[in-house]
Structure formats: structure tokens, C-alpha cells
């Protein structure tokens, strides 16, 4: 049975590309974005660049909790299989923005919408493992290096900058990442292993609207981590690791914090209404 894996935001960039070489090495994809008519354009792009790949579309606004969980509640409802979860969708804003939630748009997007849809799969992925564990893929950014966690206000209302409010929420799934690792009962850490990277400088439209006329790699060169986390079958590193483009690598000694992992996961488990 193929394995199955979601791509969040995948109809642009480098989830696009990750997507599609999933589908690639035979797995079963569900390509993931906010608006439905790109979902089902990726989807049909995908079945004519690759005859017979397994792919299925799914939509769901990170921005909004409310619609995570009916994504999630979808999802499980469609597949009754689940072993790779990459939580690639991602925006850097340019004006601060609070959700309908009260949550900052970057930090809810990037880091409190994948908090939440992990804990609704988790047991799907806990249940899906066979002889390989399932896996969480966190793809987040070297700029989680300059990021602080500012946990008595995460909304950053009087340090909100694009660049703090995206690096914090980079930060954010580093930690996550490296929590879920801990966290998990002795039990279940054969069956559920997550991981967080830097994909490379990338050239995407997020790149463009965050940091301007840079130039980037290509989007297939950004997929190459997070697809070989997701199809190795024994895993080669710990769970909790961090890498960059392809190596793991220590991630930011912020990270690195423990009380600090702690109070983000109190904090982000609040925010997401757990
Ligand atoms: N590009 C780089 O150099 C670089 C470097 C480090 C890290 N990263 C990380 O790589 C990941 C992918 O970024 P990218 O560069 O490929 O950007 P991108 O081309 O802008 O793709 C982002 C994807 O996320 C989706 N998305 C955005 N907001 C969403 C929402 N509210 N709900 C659901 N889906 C949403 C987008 O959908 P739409 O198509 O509808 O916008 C798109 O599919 C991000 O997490 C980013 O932080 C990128």
C-alpha cells in the first residue's frame, strides 16, 4: 500500500514541487492550499506532468482555526491512512494583521495552524506507522536564527516588524519540531518522528515579497530536504533534528532553550484552543 502524505501549500513554490516529487516516488499526495479552484488546478497540473500519480487535493485557510479543524476533520474523513505530515504553507506579511482568532497573521499561519492540525493527525499518524515511523516535517527557515520568542505577547504589538514577526513564527517551528520529539510517550516514539529545516533561499513569491529581488534556487533544490525525510524509510537522524538544506545542523541556541520550548508549547496549545 502506497504510503500517503499532506503538503501544506502546495499550489505554489516549493511545496508544489515537494508534492509532485512525492507523487514521483509513489506515494499518495494530498496537495494542500486556501483557495479550492488552485487546489484543483495543482491537481490537474500534477495528474498531466505525472500519468497515474496518486494525488488529491484538499482546502483549508491557516488562517483561521475554526477552519483547521474542519480541514483536518475532512482529511481523516478521506484518509484513512496518514504517514507524512509537511507543514510547508507559509507567508511573510507586510502589515501586522490579528486572525479572527486574535492571533498575529504570521505566527498564526506558520506556526499555530500546524500546532493544531499535528495534534487533530496525530493519531492517524500514530495509527498509520507499520514497520517505519510517520513523520512531521516543519519546513521552516534559517531566519529562525534571529528569532525571539516573545511569549508575554506574541502578537508583537509593540515590536511587530515583518521580518521579527516571521522569524519568531520560524523560530516557533523549530521548537516545535524539537517539543514534539520530547514530548512524545516512550510508547509512541517508534511510530511518530518530526523534524524541522531550512529549505535554501528559494526563489518563490515569498522570498520576493519578504526580501525582495533576491535571487534564489530553483524550487525542486528547496523540495530535496523535506522529500527525503519524507520517503527515506529508516530514518537517519533523531527525532527533533534540525537541518539545513540537507544537513543536520544545531539549530539557534534560542531553540535550545527548554523552559522556553515549554512555555511556547503552553502558550501555542492556549492559542490553538487545546
Ligand atoms: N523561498 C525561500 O527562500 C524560503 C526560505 C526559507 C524558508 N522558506 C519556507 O518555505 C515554505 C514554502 O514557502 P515558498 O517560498 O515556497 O512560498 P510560496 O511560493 O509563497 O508558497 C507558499 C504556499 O503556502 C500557501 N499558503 C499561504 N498562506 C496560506 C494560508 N493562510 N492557508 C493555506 N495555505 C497558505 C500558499 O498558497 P497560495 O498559493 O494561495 O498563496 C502557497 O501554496 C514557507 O514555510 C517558507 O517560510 C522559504
Known amino acids: ?52 500519480a496518486d494525488v488529491d487535493g484538499i482546502s483549508f485557510d491557516l488562517g483561521s482555526l475554526a477552519a483547521v479543524r474542519r480541514g483536518a476533520d475532512a482529511l481523516l474523513a478521506r484518509a484513512p491512512d496518514l504517514h507524512v505530515v509537511v507543514n510547508n504553507a507559509g507567508i511573510f506579511a507586510n502589515e501586522r494583521t490579528l486572525t479572527a482568532d486574535g492571533i498575529e497573521l ?26 517505519h515511523p510517520s513523520r512531521v516535517i516543519n519546513v521552516s527557515s534559517i531566519a529562525h536564527t534571529r528569532g525571539r520568542i516573545h511569549v508575554e505577547e506574541l502578537t508583537l504589538a509593540h515590536a511587530w516588524t515583518g521580518y521579527a514577526a516571521y522569524a519568531q513564527s520560524k523560530l516557533a517551528q523549530v521548537m516545535h519540531a524539537m517539543s514534539l520529539a520530547e514530548r512524545m510517550p516512550e510508547a509512541d516514539r517508534s511510530r511518530l518522528v518530526a523534524y524541522s529545516l531550512h529549505p535554501g533561499v528559494i526563489g518563490t513569491k515569498l522570498l520576493k515579497q519578504g526580501f525582495g529581488p533576491v535571487q534564489g534556487g530553483s524550487v525542486e533544490q528547496g523540495a530535496r530536504t523535506s522529500v527525503r525525510l519524507a520517503v527515506e524509510t529508516t530514518p537517519v537522524a533523531a527525532s527533533g533534528a534540525y537541518f539545513n538544506e540537507g544537513v543536520e545542523t544545531q539549530p539557534a541556541v534560542a531553540a535550545r532553550d527548554a523552559k522556553q520550548r515549554a512555555a511556547l508549547w503552553d502558550a501555542s496549545a492556549r492559542l490553538a484552543g487545546l
Request: proline content about 3%; charged content about 20%; aromatic content about 4%.
Open 1 to 52: 500500500m502506497a504510503r500517503v502524505a499532506l503538503v501544506t501549500g502546495s499550489t505554489d513554490g516549493i511545496g508544489r514541487a515537494t508534492a509532485r516529487a512525492l507523487a514521483a516516488a509513489g506515494m499518495k499526495v494530498f496537495l494542500h492550499g486556501r483557495s479550492k479552484v488552485k487546489v484543483d488546478a495543482a491537481v490537474v497540473a500534477l495528474q498531466t506532468e505525472l500519468p497515474g
Open 106 to 131: 504570521t505566527f498564526a499561519v506558520n506556526h499555530v495552524a500546524p500546532f493544531l492540525l499535528v495534534e487533530l493527525l496525530r493519531d492517524r499518524l500514530l495509527a498509520s506507522a507499520g514497520t
